[in-house]
């Protein structure tokens, strides 16, 4: 079961979580109001100027620049003047939970004097600006449209088991439901877009759909109603639907009618019984139910103000307040089903039981949450308190020079960034235009209480720094206090602490490792909660499958146990009904490449093997057995995930990929990467498999890796030396190789070369693919190998993958050139991204998503860590002591380094019968060093060969026979 309240320590309440702009948030995880956060942003500028505030979505001249890997520290440097001319570097340190200690130092390189002004913004955030709930007397039952006992569609979905973003089977998010999530069916057009050859209807448009309750009723109720808090979807009038009350104790049926909701808010109920004996799934409205539609006979006696209420949410597309007389109903256990006769789609919100003489009682109602806190001051301490969040926020800037603004939005951006950059009393409406050209902005509800050090003068060549301190309760503290503590928890800042060799690379896989770890966010949905998530970028405000993994890949150099966090995320209960593994977006399984990393360099196994069967089921639903996958549904044997999300390789863009969304041919076209990993991951879960003696596990794991790898040999294009998307027959059996009208094998790509990673290839394939990835006037650019091969006719230069390189597939393809030997090429394509890496990182100071081929720069979002993690990832392989890296074909049973680094012992097994290399970074020596082959007593057996690729860092070749043994390195 995972329990994510035991990495609470690794992220601590106080820390970057904000959403919106950077500085320092509080999870209010305690709260009245599930998934509060409260913000401080904090933003230097220089007077008068147009220094944007931090927006973590847009650059805006602030840079992650060091943190601390349980984020006890973290900075940002602020651009004042470009390039490093005049900035501020701001700072947050804790070193006792619940106390934090800003630090902002404006640094002046100038040969003037500046005049900065520092702004702390504070604010409580929430997920939603409102909530709707439904008021009730005193004799009542309520229940939640998603605590159902049964939900099922006629047509059963691909994703039955794998909903999206952690979410129950038809459950959505809105904030005009109540609870914020509702019921219904938003998948197949708001999460599998582009997938359109299914035709899936939503919820209630197929007859015979339905959802079932099974609720306790706790009192007897004479006449009762029975209330439904819906939503007509699409463009119809009214929603037929059988309402069916079954006694359960007394087991009888009290209540079975035809009911008709319409879209303005009345309810029409059939007074015929709607029968006993027909199958609920193929039930039809009978005659009368029509014919009182056509009459408009409401039986549903409402109120006058109740129907207005009604009016009034249906013309505001909100869900309506159905009110549906029932009768009798006696105290005890009753079974409440609706099911569909399918002519409109209907989202639920939630039901209520109440008497029919309490019914003026029962509305549902909108309550804006509250955001502006009261507000004290004691001994120079601004205390903050909001209903929202039962700890009081203390805030205290350290400077006799505060004045204070309010701000009047949700939105920083709607204040005149000249105000806000003026501590004149004339410019404290921030939001005031200047003239009338302008109107003033209210983008968003919100409010921000604004505490301003307004006069800040900094000599040539000097400093200042200003302090403040916030947290959990009120503290005094000195500045010099402040000052040790910063200088302490700096101290603890990561560093992948790089040899000399790779002393060039310091700044700017820094910069990354910086980037990985503030980019973290509160509140994600998961389950019934919220957590603090990792994301690629604070512009993707979700959870990310595939990005996740390669996130996790990063974090693990700088903190296992973040590692491990993401892992536990993203892998699923063994008896979790609603989904096999967290999915959002590819489902590409880095998750399942993170659990070798991580059991690969984790001497006591035992803990991290309490994962593999969680970590099976991912796998097997990726291989088409089980929780309903239909990945395994072409009859040729290849799998496809494009009934899942539309993009099965990660790169949005990829021309065989964008051929199959343009013409909607998902149905017909499998692609090649699906397929190879499955067969990767199932080697990697036999290696797991044997280790903790699970027989079977390991036949089935050969049996899928032998059929599957047969299969792909039908994709092979011998023409071009890829391998292509293969197109099928209306049965599934393969066809041909998909082409553009010209002939040429559409997949001229990385993904055409995927079957050499599951090393699914013959030597011949392997032969022509290499030569592909080696080629410059190919695949391999001079930015790195290319998402597409540059000779293709549907190569672009300034595309989004087409015609960038990015690190992910290149780190799969760097472990790969391992597995087969290839030393020289895994550097080679290492060393380039590093150098591409640091050149721009170096330049702009900025991580981002690809580097562009034609230009050399990086480009789309600038705090990017997600996909490009490997470049952290090869920085610590060839570079940093301590480090061992390897292909996807060895398990590491032991790792143990001396203290300087400079011996070592490493135990393996390797799962393939051809010679691989095995990177270990030692501690640079003058004399350098001896490799052997020993026995389990240290006896040495025979002497192995390496290569010193950089100084310290030892490339060693495992011979083709060498299944197993003990590396010595001394």
Sequence with gaps: MRNLEIYKEYLPDWGPYSKKYMGVSRACEDGRIPGARFDLVVFPTLANSGVPVPNVTVPSNYHPWQAAADLRYYSYRYDLEWKDQCYAEVSFSQMEAGKVVIRTEFVNRTKKAQYGCLNYFAAMEYPYPYEYHLALPDKSEFWDAVSYDAYEYARPRPWDCLNPDGTKKGEFYD??????????????????????HWDFRSFGTDEGDFVRYRRNTTRDYVSGVLYVRALIKEEREDAFYLLEIRDDERDRLNFRKNVVFRKDGSVIVDNNDAGGGTDRKTVTADSECRRAVREKKDCSATLAEAARARTR?????????????????????????????????????????????????????????????????????????????????????????????????????????????????????????????????????????NSMIPSIFIKPGESRVEYAVIGDERWEISKEDCERIYQECRADSFSFQLKEDGRPYELSTRILGATELTNVVYPIHLDDGFIKHHTPG???????????????????????????????????????????????????????????????????????????????????????????????????????????????????????????????????????????????????????????????????YEEDINRLTSALSQAWDGDSGYFGYLVHDEEGRAYHILRTEGGENYNKTVEGIYPLIAGACSREQEERLLAHLKNPEELFSRAGISSVDQSASYFIKDGYWNGNVWFPHQWFIWKTM????????????????????????????????????????????????GLSSPVSVWASAYFRPGSVSTGFDLWIESIRFNETTEECSLKFRKYSHRTCVILVSMAVRIEGYSVCFTDDFGLIESRAEFKERTKGTLEISLPEERLEGILRIF
């Design 175 to 196: 904030p005009d439901f109540i609870g914020h999530h509702g019921l219904g069916d938003r998948i197949n057009k708001d999460f599998v877009f582009e997938i359109r």
């Design 538 to 700: 604070k512009r993707w405000d979700s959870l990310y499958t595939w990005d996740s993994g390669m996130i996790a890949m990063g974090l693990r150099d700088m903190n296992q146990g973040l590692a491990e966090y993401i892992l536990d995320t993203y892998l699923a209960e063994v008896d979790n009904k609603n989904y096999a593994f967290v999915h959002h977006g590819t489902p590409i399984p880095t998750h399942l490449y993170l659990y070798q990393e991580m059991l690969n360099h984790t001497e006591e196994k035992e803990h991290l093997l309490g994962y593999y069967d969680r970590a099976s089921r991912y796998y097997e639903f990726l291989a088409g057995r089980g929780d309903g996958s239909v990945t395994a549904r072409f009859q040729s044997g290849l799998t496809t995930t494009l009934d899942y999300f539309f993009n099965c390789s990660g790169m949005d863009d990829l021309p065989p990929q964008m051929y199959v969304k343009e013409h909607a041919a998902a149905g017909r076209i499998a692609p090649v990467i699906s397929t190879c990993h499955v067969i990767r991951t199932a080697k990697i879960l036999l290696m797991a498999a044997e280790h903790l003696g699970y027989g079977e596990d390991v036949r089935q």
């Design 313 to 449: 949410a249906a013309e505001q597309g909100c869900p309506v307040l159905y009110e549906i007389p029932i009768g009798r109903l006696p105290e005890g256990l009753h079974t409440i089903s609706l099911i569909s006769h399918g002519n409109s789609a209907l989202e639920l919100d939630c039901f209520a039981l109440t008497e029919w003489e309490d019914r003026v009682v029962v509305r549902a109602e909108r309550k804006e949450y509250e955001v502006h806190p009261a507000i004290s001051h004691e001994e120079g301490t601004l205390i903050y308190e909001y209903g929202a969040c039962d700890t009081k926020i203390c805030f205290a800037p350290l400077s006799p020079l505060v004045k204070f603004r309010n701000i009047e939005s949700g939105v920083l951006e709607d204040a005149w960034i000249s105000r806000l950059s003026n501590g004149d009393k004339t410019f404290d409406d921030v939001l005031a235009p200047f003239g009338n050209a302008f109107p003033r902005k209210h983008s968003s509800p919100g409010y921000y209480h």
């Design 818 to 865: 391992l597995d087969m030997g290839e030393g020289e090429f895994a550097y080679e394509i290492a060393h380039r991204a590093l150098e591409v890496w640091k050149q721009e990182v170096d330049r702009s100071y900025y991580t981002f998503e690809q580097i562009n081929i034609e230009t050399g720069r990086g480009g789309w979002f600038h705090h990017f860590s």
